[in-house]
Nanobody
Framework: QVQLVESGGGLVQAGGSLRLSCVAS????????MGWYRQAPGKQRDLVAT???????NYADSVKGRFTISRDNAKNTVYLQMNNLKPEDTAVYYC????????????????WGQGTQVTVSS
């Protein structure tokens, strides 16, 4: 069974930093894009940042210059370094992986983690 497990969330004051990690495990044939998304209460899930196998990155305008996404392909891990955090960054952060995975029955091409809470106090 394929799993994406996030860690690193928590409570931080405005201006502080956090580093999120997400590890993919299970029967993984290949991972192409990995990314982070976030969902605040009462709002839709929005893209934060994505990264390709070749480390090409894409960021939401609201986090450019403050967040950095990176990955370790050998470890099937993606990271999100978040600096100068603001109260509006408060949300549940979800990891996403695209590629080819085997869930024991069928081949899947998209998985999500369970989410990790990030709370930024003013």
């Amino acid at each position: 069974q394929v799993q994406l497990v996030e860690s690193g969330g928590g409570l931080v004051q405005a201006g502080g930093s956090l580093r999120l990690s997400c590890v993919a495990s299970g029967t993984i044939f290949t991972i192409t894009n990995m990314g982070w998304y976030r969902q605040a209460p009462g709002k839709q899930r929005d893209l934060v940042a994505t990264i390709t196998t070749g480390s090409n990155t894409n960021y939401a305008d609201s986090v450019k210059g403050r967040f950095t996404i990176s990955r370790d392909n050998a470890k099937n891990t993606v990271y999100l370094q978040m600096n100068n955090l603001k109260p509006e960054d408060t949300a549940v952060y979800y990891c996403n992986a695209e590629g080819l995975f085997f869930d024991g029955v069928t081949v899947q091409n998209d998985y999500w983690g369970q989410g990790t809470q990030v709370t930024v106090s003013s």
